[in-house]
């Protein structure tokens, strides 16, 4: 099947895409908390005759939707969760629609409705007999705290895939080759005594101390760990007034790291230490095991799929109108900043890129056998079946994700690069379900990789997902 009759498709549902990912931008929630948007995706897809399946993995806004009979079957990855303290206008100054509120700033409210539109478009190839085989879209809740993808893969809903297609919004077009860092994601929760801190300190014992020792005690285990491991943390709890001894306190660590056998030891000493600091103040403590992540596990067959897609596209339709708006919110990005997105780029294109507001020309891959210093739960479905992914024009070219520059670009022009986005997948899925070659050699490339035979990350001991964010 020539892959321009999906992307035709695609183009046919400008509109109806548009609405919704404007729809789920004004209505941003939290991971696991995504109950409207999720709604509104799954409710999207049901109208289009897709079997769905909530409640995914024990986790409500997580759910499958389905359609077609038989194999080849190609997955569809979407996201949906918004970030805490984003709230942003479309303005080109830091303007919160409602002060400490979430907002979209990573751009999920493009990243699920893209997918939903490749679904369809697929869906009605399908019917009118121009693809033989099935497509699946999953709703995968909370990738920002890394959760929801690692509980459905638990649950084995990815395993009768022959690929797996994801994209995120970004500052340029271009396949994503590089793999990611493995991820813990843990709280220690320290009890101790209180006490008035003057009258009888002596009489109490302080968890926020026990805090501070486990944290001095990683600073001293950071020398003796690989170069390319990541151990950071947060006090979220760290007692009331000073003259109260804490008698509770929580520290709340990711520790990040190539490999998974990396961060499983570096796990333990920390474990090690937390029990340490507990022994020191004589306190107690509780371990709570949030979550954890594989790095990603690329397929560069897939890749080279996805850049001869964008090759074949239109130019994204940016208007004078949306460039000028993102030259505004780049002139308010640092230099800093700007250098710093784009420092993996080669150096024969930094200075091209960094002309424009919006750049739209397709790159080749450029980051092939690196390892980002990022983390995401797409890296467990990479590991269970072949899987490829890349980056659409979205944002404004220097701008740092998880910005207010981001909100206001999702809330605007950014939905044009959204549906670029969804012709990319669409097409690339419709060459995996009608050429079986491609589709083999995608299969082969994964195993001689090492795909297969997924492991959990998360113990036995965790029996279901994290509560969700308030």
Known sequence: MESDAVVRRVEQQRGFLTDLSMDLWNRPELGLAEHESSDRLREALRAEGFEVDAAIGGMPTAFVARYGDGGPTVGILGEFDALPGLSQEVAAERKPIAEGEPGHGCGHNLLG?????????????IDDGELDGSVAYFGCPA???LVGKVFMAREGVFDDLDAALTWHPGRYNSPFMSSTLSLNSVRYEFSGESAHAAASPESGRSALDAVQLCNTGVEYMREHVPDDARVHYSIVDGGDAPNVVPANATVWYFVR??????????QAWLDDIADSAATMTRTD???????????????ETIGEVMSERMEGLDA???TDDDRAFAADLKASLSRETIDGQL?????????????HALYTEPLPAYDAGTTRSGSTDVGDVSRIVPLGQFWAATWPVGTNAHS???VAANGS????????AAKVLAGTAAELLSDPETLRAVREEFEENGGGGYETPLPESVASPPEPSD
């Open 343 to 355: 420092a993996d780029l080669p150096s024969d294109v930094f200075e091209e890129v960094d002309s």
């Open 413 to 420: 022009f950014a939905a044009k690069g959204m549906v670029y």
């Open 143 to 145: 990738e920002e705290t």
């Open 316 to 318: 994204i339709p940016y």
């Open 113 to 125: 409705v893209a997918g939903v539109g490749a679904a369809i478009a697929l869906k009605d190839a």
């Open 285 to 299: 403590v509780e371990r709570e095991f949030l979550t954890g992540c594989h790095g990603v596990l690329p397929n």
């Open 404 to 406: 207010w520059q981001a």
């Open 257 to 266: 790291a190539p490999e998974r056998e990396t961060v499983e030891d570096i």
